[in-house]
């Protein structure tokens, strides 16, 4: 066992070792993921030495004798899912989500279409596309709204209506209209419509109520 690293290491006092642990690798013995000591009967300050020496050196349980089947198979599950769960934490972690102020990337026919999220005025839902307005150009990709409202900046972008998504750098101004919806008027004089049910949202966005 010195010339190897196991994971899981089974080891009894009843071995020919005076110490069951010095099998491992002592500069080393740290870096095992879990060890399972089944020991003999010993009893006293012997016994209470053993058992600090197997917790010290990662032991995750200390089994003692009479043997039993089921005690031994909790012990192994026990430190298998140490193990595993170890094995997670070294993994690198996964690649980071693209930036909210970065480009929309709509995939668009056999292309994948990046749109400055500066240049967009509104995105809307069309069955099952979104169509993104820009100025006088038009983008129209099979996606649903919300999958593509999750990739706008969020300070930046909207919901005004459960079809609608718009940029407030866009918006010249709000008019009131019936049953406390509102009309939308952009810049470039497109005029889009401002459901009540999404009014709280756009009064705590401007910072102040409608």
């Not at 300050?45 to 198979?73: M, N």
Request: aromatic share 4%; net charge positive; with cysteine.
């Amino acid at each position: 066992m010195r010339r190897t690293l196991p994971s899981l290491g089974m080891l009894s006092a009843s071995t020919a070792t005076p110490e069951p642990l010095a099998a491992f690798r002592p500069e080393r013995i740290g870096e095992i993921n879990a060890v399972v000591v089944p020991c003999g009967c010993r009893h006293g300050h012997r016994h209470a030495l053993d058992c600090l020496r197997a917790f010290e050196t990662r032991a995750l349980d200390y089994v003692t004798k009479p043997i039993r089947r089921e005690r031994v198979r909790e012990a192994v599950a026990r430190a298998r899912e140490r193990i595993r769960l170890e094995r997670l934490d070294r993994q690198p972690a996964p690649p980071s989500a693209a930036p909210m102020d970065g480009p929309l990337a709509l995939k668009i026919d056999a292309k994948v279409q990046l749109i400055d999220q500066q240049s967009i005025d509104w995105v809307e839902a069309d069955d099952d596309h979104v169509v993104v307005h820009c100025g006088d150009r038009l983008w129209r990709a099979r996606e649903t709204l919300r999958e593509a409202a999750g990739r706008l900046d969020p300070t930046r972008f909207v919901q005004i209506h459960r079809s609608t998504v718009v940029r407030l750098g866009a918006v010249r101004e709000l008019q009131s209209w019936f049953h406390g919806d509102y009309i939308v008027i952009l810049h470039s004089g497109a005029k889009l419509r401002l459901s009540r049910s999404f009014r709280d949202a756009v009064a705590s966005r401007l910072g102040r109520a409608l």
